[in-house]
């Protein structure tokens, strides 16, 4: 399984970007997505995570900012961030679950930079 995040890059505060996740298996294989950052120096913190039934749960700190999505059709997952900050510096990861022959597997993609900055 790979997944291939894209969509980083610079931006200024008050800015938006909208980052993607592409994912090599059907999107019915994967029991849950999520989107993690790592800041320089911190540890890697979930960010937006959507559970099988479809829910959607946010880091206190970007709910109403970033809003999290999938596209069962397109293999992919979505990160539309808006008003970012300076804090939302960090590499972004994607991450998928399942549950295969009764064992917890779990991919991650190689990040992607998020820099803001004015």
């Known amino acids: 399984v790979q997944l291939q995040a894209c969509g980083g890059g610079l931006v200024q505060p008050g800015g938006s970007l909208r980052l993607s996740c592409a994912i090599s298996?059907?999107?019915?294989?994967?029991?849950?997505m999520g989107w993690y950052r790592q800041a320089p120096g911190r540890q890697r913190e979930l960010v937006a995570s959507?559970?099988?039934?479809?829910?959607?749960n946010y880091l206190d700190s970007v709910k109403g900012r970033f809003f999290a999505s999938r596209d069962n059709a397109k293999n992919a997952m979505y990160l539309q961030m808006i008003s970012l900050e300076p804090e939302d510096t960090a590499v972004y990861y994607c991450?998928?679950?399942?549950?295969?022959?009764?064992?917890?597997?779990?991919?991650w993609g190689q990040g992607t930079l998020v820099t803001v900055s004015s």
């Open positions: 298996i059907s999107m019915h294989a994967i029991n849950n």
């Open positions: 991450k998928v679950d399942q549950i295969y022959n009764g064992a917890y597997l779990e991919y």
């Open positions: 959507i559970t099988s039934g479809g829910g959607v």
